[in-house]
């Protein structure tokens, strides 16, 4: 892709994070009336819930395949942390997206934090189409974070009962977290966790079947080899084998 196309994609991501940011503040005075003309996005993101992978590792690692897909309107080594996290609040709903959104932060800085927003997009994917492909794809992106980025934290804002904000930040291991959704199902018991409304990986009807396959899977070669303890604290415990 040329430079001035990358130029051009890098201003479309900045005029779209500034009509979202425009858009919360119209929506905090009242929202626009009808004589306010029509607010466009700027970014062409795919609208479907089809994942075709466009080479076997795409967003995993610092493989950057992913910055050569047509598809993705994303390319841009413009995206930072802020404009990333502002993106994927607007397009929350749209899973395709915000796995391209995430994938091109990963492949233009790979780091724990983009690998596991990029794994936990794809999940979605998955739940939203039950695509067999975005569930191997996810997988792979969740074990890459124990495998790469094991002791990379994030730091979170817990919710209270009521949706009330904790008035803290508290670090969460980034392969804690990605043990936990993998393995899911009944092991997954805090109903304030907007990620546990994703579908299971391994046994949809069961989900007792479901932590069991998933432990084994985790420990097995393909993931690393780790052991996870969900019944430690709120995320459970993961240690390598």
Same mark, same amino acid.
């Given at each position: 892709?040329?430079?001035?196309?990358?130029?051009?994609?890098?201003?479309?991501?900045?005029?779209?994070?500034?009509?979202?940011?425009?858009?919360?503040?119209?929506?905090?005075?009242?929202?626009?009336?009808?004589?306010?003309?029509?607010?466009?996005?700027?970014?062409?993101?795919?609208?479907?819930?089809?994942?075709?992978?466009?080479?076997?590792?795409?967003?995993?690692?610092?493989?950057?395949?992913?910055?050569?897909?047509?598809?993705?309107?994303?390319?841009?080594?413009?995206? *930072?942390?802020?404009?990333? !996290?502002?993106?994927?609040?607007?397009?929350?709903?749209?899973?395709? #997206? @915000?796995? /391209?959104?995430? &994938?091109?932060?990963?492949?233009?800085?790979?780091?724990?934090?983009?690998?596991?927003?990029?794994?936990?997009?794809?999940?979605?994917?998955?739940?939203?189409?039950?695509?067999?492909?975005?569930?191997?794809?996810?997988?792979?992106?969740?074990?890459?974070?124990?495998?790469?980025?094991?002791?990379?934290?994030?730091?979170?804002?817990?919710?209270?009962?009521?949706?009330?904000?904790?008035?803290?930040?508290?670090?969460?291991?980034?392969?804690?977290?990605?043990?936990?959704?993998?393995?899911?199902?009944?092991?997954?018991?805090?109903?304030?966790?907007?990620?546990? *409304?994703?579908?299971?990986? !391994?046994?949809?009807?069961?989900?007792?079947?479901?932590?069991?396959? #998933? @432990?084994? /899977?985790?420990? &097995?070669?393909?993931?690393?080899?780790?052991?996870?303890?969900?019944?430690?604290?709120?995320?459970?415990?993961?240690?390598?084998?």
């Amino acid at each position: 892709m040329t430079n001035i196309n990358q130029y051009i994609k890098s201003k479309k991501i900045y005029q779209a994070v500034i009509v979202s940011s425009l858009l919360m503040v119209m929506s905090a005075c009242g929202g626009p009336s009808s004589s306010d003309g029509t607010v466009i996005n700027t970014l062409d993101v795919p609208q479907d819930t089809q994942f075709t992978r466009y080479c076997p590792n795409v967003g995993i690692g610092a493989e950057d395949c992913i910055l050569d897909d047509p598809e993705n309107d994303f390319y841009t080594p413009a995206l *930072d942390t802020t404009i990333t !996290f502002a993106l994927d609040t607007q397009y929350a709903d749209n899973p395709k #997206a @915000r796995f /391209y959104l995430w &994938g091109t932060a990963q492949a233009n800085s790979p780091q724990g934090l983009y690998q596991y927003q990029t794994a936990n997009a794809l999940h979605q994917l998955y739940t939203v189409s039950q695509s067999e492909l975005a569930k191997n794809q996810a997988l792979k992106a969740y074990c890459e974070v124990f495998k790469s980025y094991f002791d990379s934290v994030w730091f979170q804002q817990d919710t209270f009962p009521g949706g009330v904000l904790a008035p803290v930040t508290v670090p969460r291991r980034l392969s804690e977290l990605s043990a936990k959704a993998i393995n899911g199902g009944s092991d997954n018991d805090d109903d304030d966790d907007k990620d546990s *409304d994703l579908r299971a990986f !391994f046994d949809t009807a069961d989900a007792g079947l479901n932590g069991y396959h #998933a @432990r084994n /899977y985790m420990g &097995g070669k393909e993931c690393g080899g780790f052991t996870y303890d969900p019944s430690v604290g709120g995320f459970g415990l993961l240690t390598k084998n």
